[in-house]
């Protein structure tokens, strides 16, 4: 029996969920890297920052390639990029309408004496 739509959806979202993962995927979407420079750029141990990626690229989100002894993993597509961008300006909203909630509450606090 298939998967359906919306388990294979929460399986993606559930891949995604790890902050190394997403970190990994805004860093390539400035274009290839090589795993150097996501070392540099992300303070985890090798062998986590390894085991994250090979996640990413068994998923099919990431691809890699080994120019000598240098692996550079790139983005699979576009949309990959796409739904970063949107992530961010889905968090973006979500943050303002706190911060408004924030700012209402404290203007109708009662103060107490």
């Given at each position: ?13 559930r ?34 920052l ?64």
């Amino acid at each position: 029996m298939p998967v359906p739509l919306y388990q294979a959806k929460a399986d993606f979202f559930r891949m995604l969920g790890h902050p190394v993962r997403i970190r990994v995927l805004e860093l390539l979407q400035a274009g290839p890297m090589p795993v150097r420079d996501l070392l540099a750029a992300i303070e985890v141990e090798p062998s986590a920052l390894s085991q994250q990626l090979a996640v990413l690229r068994r998923s099919g989100i990431v691809t890699s390639t080994r120019h000598g002894s240098t692996v550079v993993y790139e983005l699979a597509g576009g949309d990959v990029a796409e739904l970063m961008r949107a992530a961010r300006r889905i968090l973006t909203e979500m943050l303002a309408g706190q911060n408004e909630l924030l700012a209402e509450l404290r203007e109708t606090e009662v103060p107490t004496s």
